[in-house]
């Protein structure tokens, strides 16, 4: 049998440090190789045989990690914060990162995380995109506001991001200036593009044959549109690897940290370790759910009950995610059991 070869990989946006040891712990060789394609291509050829190597996650792992799994018989992510925890040391620099993953990948100690398949890791990318595009469009209909309020002009709030208000509001106020209307329409113009280009996006993905099934699944949902759905098909990606509603919950940001010791527990109301962006379409998802649920509605009123409108929506955003898993890992359409008056997956 061919003794293992195990690589450690500590990445960067110009150059890849890696330490190559063998199974006993002996350094085989190390020094640090440029991050292009070309450059690893040749830097494999050169490799013993055979050979498994981890990778910190970080944004450069991607690509990184899909142009080294052909030729590795093992190719691992680790954790970043937990890979810290671990390999914490006083002296720090890529050449001691690079042999602390190969010793943990030698060891079998390495803290493994989750990496998506490529298909829906691009997916991802473009839902993420889509994201950036809303929250400038945010940011330029507060511009138009904010040029306004400069100028004194007085507006309908309700409706100056209407297409018909705005054009008379440029056409008839006396307020507004050559200079302050022409800043105006470059801002509803900018808008406007951005706002079709979002809608093209997400049509886009709602559409593709990756997601199209799924996504119109978990829409059967009260309260989850296609925003949601598709947040959380591809920030989950593969559901099966929840083997619980609290470990989804603890991923979504739903749950609050917690430090015991002794007799003593200090507790967050929500976690700062999670994938913000399902916490964020969740929290929102669930302060309409409400509105299109009537159990979602009346466990929202329960909770309220209590004193704390946020916790009641903390309540409902869980009992979403607890829908999503149901739907999802059942691969069924969401039902209402109207004699029982409750809500199953």
Not at 266 to 281: A, E, V, W
Request: proline residues 4%.
């Amino acid at each position: 049998m061919q003794s293992m070869y195990y690589i450690g990989l500590d990445v960067h946006k110009k150059k890849i440090s890696y330490c190559i040891k063998d199974g006993s712990g002996t350094v085989h060789s190390e020094g640090a190789v440029p991050a292009t394609r070309l450059e690893l291509d040749l830097w494999m050829k050169r490799l013993p045989q055979p050979w498994s190597a981890a990778m910190e996650a970080t944004i450069f792992t991607g690509w990184i990690y899909d142009h080294l799994k052909p030729q590795a018989a093992a190719l691992k992510v680790a954790h970043p914060l937990m890979l810290r925890a671990i390999a914490a040391a006083k002296k720090k620099n890529d050449r001691i990162d690079a042999k602390k993953i190969c010793d943990c990948l030698r060891c079998d100690f390495l803290p493994e995380c989750y990496l998506a398949p490529t298909a829906l890791r691009e997916c991802r990318r473009t839902l993420r995109y889509r994201n950036l595009l809303v929250r400038q469009m945010v940011q330029m209909k507060n511009k138009i506001a904010v040029l306004l309020m400069e100028a004194g002009v007085s507006y309908n709030k309700e409706k100056l991001h209407k297409v018909g208000y705005f054009r008379e509001l440029l056409a008839d106020n006396p307020d507004i200036n050559d200079g302050l209307r022409s800043l105006l329409r470059v801002c509803r113009e900018t808008v406007a593009r951005l706002g079709k280009t979002e809608s093209a996006l997400v049509r886009a993905l709602q559409r593709g044959p990756l997601l199209a099934e799924r996504v119109e699944r978990l829409m059967t949902i009260p309260a989850v549109g296609p925003i949601t759905a598709l947040t959380w098909a591809l920030e989950v990606e593969e559901v099966q690897r929840f083997t619980s509603i609290k470990k989804a919950i603890s991923y979504c940001g739903l749950c609050g940290d917690e430090k015991s010791s002794a007799n003593t527990a200090q507790r967050t109301p929500i976690s700062k370790q999670r994938n913000k962006h399902l916490q964020t379409t969740l929290i929102e998802a669930a302060k309409m759910a409400p509105r299109y649920s009537p159990d979602l509605a009346a466990l929202y009123d329960f909770e309220r009950q209590k004193g704390h409108a946020n916790r009641a929506t903390l309540t409902v955003a869980r009992k979403l995610v607890a829908y999503l898993m149901a739907v999802d890992r059942g691969q069924r359409n969401f039902l209402v059991i109207k004699n029982e008056a409750r809500a199953v997956a």
